[in-house]
């Protein structure tokens, strides 16, 4: 079971910390991927740390103002987002694959519930 929090509502610039805690898994023998939605659009890849070795893959459009890390010992990924702007407002969800680092929705076999995230212009 993946649950995801720290959504939530924040102005344009600001920033918010997302977690994700893993249960029923093996974590540390988990990639982790945090992916977004907004409404009438696909599920986008935003970013992924790799199982072992905590290689970081991230989207261009998000390279630079969010990051990506995780700890073994509390089974949680965090997906910390800096200078929000309202193009990011959408449901954010984490994600675990027993494979190597992946990027796309497919490759990712566990999901959580989802966490809103709305930016205030």
């Known amino acids: 079971q993946l649950q995801a929090s720290g959504g939530g509502l924040v102005q344009a610039g600001g920033s918010l910390r997302l977690s994700c805690t893993v249960s029923g898994l093996a974590f540390r023998h988990y990639t982790m991927g945090w992916f977004r939605q907004a409404p009438g659009k696909e599920r986008e890849f935003l970013a992924a740390i790799n199982r072992y070795d905590s290689s970081k893959e991230y989207a261009d459009s998000v390279k630079g103002r969010f990051s990506i890390s995780r700890n073994s010992a509390k089974n949680t990924v965090w997906l910390q987002m800096d200078s929000l702007i309202p193009e990011d407002m959408a449901v954010y969800y984490c994600?675990?694959?027993?494979?190597?680092?992946?990027?796309?929705?497919?490759?990712?076999?566990?999901w959580g519930q989802g966490t809103q995230v709305t930016v205030s212009s």
């Open positions: 994600a675990a694959r027993s494979g190597f680092i992946a990027t796309t929705r497919d490759e990712f076999k566990y």
